[in-house]
């Protein structure tokens, strides 16, 4: 769960997106042996996909797992730091799509460090967000293990969610000042419906903002 709202969740104060898949203009390398992942979620995924050591820079609030707190660190997911980035030698960075910076992107690419960026938008894309970096990252077996894993947990949901007519409603809070939630076309909309809940803030907005009164 925390790996799926870590890379799932919406970036606010982006300055801009990632607008291709970096792989159709930058050639990736065949064997990526230094690795900056440019989100906590993807530090989060490179770890369980038992990548850690090909991990030679993550972004600020990497801290999960444990270790990853002891990595360099690039600055944060929005405000990226070029020159320390460059200055680790990635022969690979992973981006996400919905958050870094598309200058930062470019520039990067543009002294020679191919860029990967992903998409997650639901927990389809989730899992095939894992079988995509578990391919070109020749890690293939462990990334089928771990998407096995998370949808005989969802079926299992499923089925006790099923056995019941109680729908309790649920506030998902994101934001504090303002109060940000989710709306329907979000993951977290899925979760919670896939959970047998009822989605409070359900609507066409994304993420709706509320007053303390509300």
């Known amino acids: 769960m925390t790996l799926l709202l870590t890379l799932l969740l919406p970036s606010w104060l982006a300055a801009g997106t990632v607008a291709d ?8 390398p065949e064997h990526a042996r230094r690795i900056v992942a440019l989100a906590p979620s993807i530090t989060e995924i490179l770890f369980s996909l038992g990548l ?20 360099p660190k690039v600055g944060s997911y929005v405000h990226l730091d070029v020159e320390k980035i460059v200055a680790l030698r990635p022969d690979l960075c992973i981006a996400i799509k919905d958050g870094n910076p598309v200058s930062v992107v470019s520039k990067l690419e543009s002294v020679g460090i191919p860029v990967y960026a992903v998409d997650p938008r639901d927990l ?5 967000t894992l ?3 578990g391919r070109i990252l020749d890690a293939r077996q462990r990334a089928s293990e771990i998407v096995s894993g998370m949808q005989r947990r969802i079926d299992a949901v499923k089925r006790q969610v ?4 109680r729908r309790p409603g649920v506030f998902f809070q994101i934001g504090i000042s ?16 896939l959970a047998g809940g009822t989605n409070l803030a359900r609507g066409p907005i994304p993420y709706p903002r509320f007053s303390k009164e509300w």
């Open 124 to 128: 389809g894309s989730v899992m095939g």
């Open 162 to 165: 099923a056995g019941t007519d």
């Open 21 to 28: 898949p970096p792989e159709q203009k930058v050639g990736l």
């Open 178 to 193: 303002p109060i940000v939630s989710a709306g329907t076309p979000t993951f977290i909309h899925e979760l919670i419906t």
């Open 52 to 71: 850690s050591d090909r991990l030679v820079g993550v972004t600020q609030f990497s801290d999960f797992p444990a270790q990853a707190a002891r990595l």
């Open 131 to 133: 079988l995509e970096l």
